[in-house]
C-alpha cells in the first residue's frame, strides 16, 4: 500500500511539472500577459517620449501592441509599441528598455522601426 501512494505520489509531481508552465524566473523572458495594464502602457508612452526628446521627430505614442519582461536586477521590456507619425498613420516599433529595482529610473535600450513587409 505505501508503494501504491508513494507511486502516485511520484506520477502527479511527473505530470504537474511538465504540464504547469514555468513562472517567471530570473533571466527568462516571459510574455505580458495583461499588455492593456496602464503600467505597461505607460512605459510604451515614456519609451516613445523618450526617443523623441534623444532623436527628435514628432511621434505621438499609440498603445503598445505586445511584449514580453525579463526579470534581472530590475526588468527588461520588448515591447511592440504603435505611434502616430507626422502623417498621422500609425507606424510599429520595437522598443528595448530597462528598468531599474523599485523604479529607480528607466533606460530607452533600443527603438527601432518594423520594417512592413511587401
Known amino acids: ?7 502516485v ?8 511539472a511538465v504540464a504547469m508552465p514555468a513562472t517567471a524566473m530570473p533571466g527568462g523572458w ?8 496602464p503600467k505597461i502602457q505607460g512605459l ?7 526617443h523623441v526628446k534623444q532623436a527628435g521627430g514628432r511621434l505621438r505614442f499609440s498603445k503598445v501592441v505586445l511584449g514580453t519582461v525579463q526579470v534581472v536586477s ?3 521590456y520588448r515591447l511592440l509599441v504603435q505611434a502616430l507619425n507626422v ?6 516599433y520595437k522598443v528595448e528598455v530597462y528598468e531599474a ?3 529607480k ?8 522601426p518594423v520594417a512592413e513587409e511587401a
Open 105 to 112: 529610473g528607466r533606460k530607452l535600450v533600443s527603438f527601432t
Open 101 to 103: 529595482a523599485a523604479n
Open 87 to 92: 502623417a498621422g498613420k500609425k507606424d510599429a
Open 30 to 37: 516571459e510574455h505580458i500577459r495583461n499588455i492593456n495594464d
Open 1 to 7: 500500500m505505501r508503494t501504491s501512494i508513494t507511486l
Open 44 to 50: 510604451g508612452n515614456w519609451a516613445v517620449g523618450e
Open 9 to 16: 505520489i511520484g506520477v502527479a509531481a511527473i505530470i504537474y
Open 74 to 76: 530590475g526588468f527588461n
